[in-house]
């Protein structure tokens, strides 16, 4: 069955720490595994994009990194901001049209 | 406009009453999507079009959900004798190629429907 695992569930950091979430995923045929920020109350927003053949993308203090082997992706954010408070959701795309979703981890920033 | 926008952004309704949700997506994009997103969870995949394809309704959870796409462009959610378990937030999302080709998914603000 196609599955995407995010965790951890929820974390709490203070402004200006570094963090990392976790991805897992048993999506076959694999296209492509996207990171999404989605704030509250506001549609999901794309962070990076990356297929079979990237091991880490970046944007901004966001680093994506995939390994296709094991089935794991993880996001690692850099001198989190309050502004970062959010739901960073994994999404994997299959051989078709249609994408899988994780649950996302929501994720707090205190000052 | 430059990004997709849905209407209402929220909508209260009676239990049995009929709703309709729409969606504008950004001009020249094929693909469009139905998500509902319930509090806490995940995204669940309602229904996708692309260009004059016929849409793939397999992710709507009953008969009583239909969505139509009108000259390839807007698109009306419809739900009919509407229970409380269809609470939740119902997004919209374009795109202007495949998503399994990488292509960016953008999305709208977004209803929340909350059926009493």
């Known amino acids: 069955k196609n599955q995407v695992e995010q965790s951890p569930q929820s974390l709490i950091i203070l402004e200006g720490k570094n963090c990392t979430l976790q991805c897992n995923y048993t999506v076959s045929p694999f296209s492509n595994l996207r990171w999404y920020k989605q704030d509250t109350g506001r549609g999901p927003v794309s962070l990076t994009i990356?297929?079979?053949s990237e091991n880490t993308k970046s944007n901004g203090r966001y680093t994506a990194t995939l390994d296709a082997d094991t089935k794991q992706s993880s996001l690692h954010i850099t001198a989190s901001q309050l502004s970062d408070s959010a739901s960073y959701i994994c999404?994997?795309?299959?051989?078709?049209?249609?994408?899988?979703w994780g649950a996302g981890t929501k994720l707090i920033i205190k000052p | 406009g430059a990004g997709v926008s849905q209407s209402p952004s929220n909508k209260v309704t009676e239990k049995g009453k009929d709703v309709e949700l729409r969606c504008d997506p950004i001009s020249g994009h094929t693909a469009l999507y139905w998500y509902r997103q319930s509090l806490g969870q995940g995204l669940e995949f309602l229904i996708y079009?692309?260009?004059?394809?016929?849409?793939?309704k397999s992710g709507l959870p009953s008969d009583r959900f239909s969505a139509e796409r009108t000259g390839g462009s807007v698109s009306t959610l419809t739900i009919q004798r509407t229970q409380q378990e269809d609470s939740a937030v119902y997004l919209c999302?374009?795109?202007?190629?495949?998503?399994?080709?990488?292509?960016?998914?953008?999305f709208g603000p977004g209803t929340r429907l909350t059926v009493t």
């Open positions: 999302a374009s795109s202007s190629g495949p998503v399994r080709s990488s292509y960016e998914q953008y």
């Open positions: 079009f692309q260009g004059n394809s016929a849409p793939d």
């Open positions: 999404v994997v795309s299959g051989g078709n049209y249609q994408l899988i």
């Open positions: 990356m297929t079979f």
